[in-house]
């Protein structure tokens, strides 16, 4: 697909460079998983100094965001079909994004699925590498067992990160909920409820 959003890492320098790839300078934030793009795309029309990456596995969601992009005339965003762990471990520079943001990833609920979960000690290491002092942790679930997960995994790296876990659980106060995202928006619909980490990598500035 011929798009000035998309970008496939594999075929650009490692790690790769941030300016060269917005053709600008500027914060970089990265979602994982972004889906269709509600909640990158209303960011980053927020804030259109900084630049925004969004990561998807699915093809259809990556191509409708970009089209949504396009559309939107959005010179500060850029996705790609890749797999965020590869991602972070190869092609992200060192302490170089200011972000990072995991909504309503895949739970993988399953005993002997639970190493497929993204937030585990191996990507931590990276992600920490990754963000710039005083970057911001952006996570929210519907599974309370992987909210559970993050915040013991979370806890081996407590001299790298301050968090702050938040639980929505009663309708009233989900009804009051914004919905940054479509699975957001189900969720709080149905009265699911709903967990944040929002924190943020510890180091000076
Ligand atoms: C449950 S959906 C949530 C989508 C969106 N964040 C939302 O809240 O509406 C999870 C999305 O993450 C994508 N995904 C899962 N694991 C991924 C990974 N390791 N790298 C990139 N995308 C991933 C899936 O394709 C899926 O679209």
């Not at 979602?31 to 980053?44: D, M, Q, S």
């Not at 965003?77 to 890749?82: C, H, L």
Request: positive net charge; hydrophobic residues 40%.
């Amino acid at each position: 697909m011929n798009s000035t959003i998309l970008f496939e890492p594999d075929q650009l320098s490692k790690p790769l460079n941030w300016t060269d790839l917005f053709g600008r300078s500027g914060p970089v934030e990265v979602e994982v998983g972004c889906g269709k793009g509600r909640f990158l795309l209303g960011r980053a029309m927020e804030h259109p100094e900084v630049n925004f990456v969004g990561l998807e596995y699915a093809r259809a969601y990556l191509r409708t965001l970009a089209e949504r992009a396009e559309r939107l005339r959005l010179a500060n965003v850029r996705a790609a079909r890749e797999e965020a762990a590869r991602f972070f471990q190869e092609f992200v520079p060192e302490s170089s994004v200011s972000a990072f943001h995991l909504l309503y990833p895949d739970p993988w609920p399953k005993k002997r699925h639970h190493k497929r979960r993204l937030i585990r000690p191996d990507f931590l290491v990276d992600l920490r590498r990754a963000l710039v002092p005083g970057a911001l942790l952006n996570l929210a679930t519907d599974h309370r067992g992987y909210f559970d997960w993050m915040l013991e995994q979370l806890a081996g790296f407590g001299e790298s990160f301050e968090i702050e876990p938040r639980a929505i659980e009663g309708p009233e106060e989900l009804a009051t909920l914004a919905g940054r995202t479509n699975y957001e928006i189900k969720y709080a619909a149905a009265g699911r409820p709903l967990y944040f980490i929002t924190g943020k990598r510890k180091g000076a500035a």
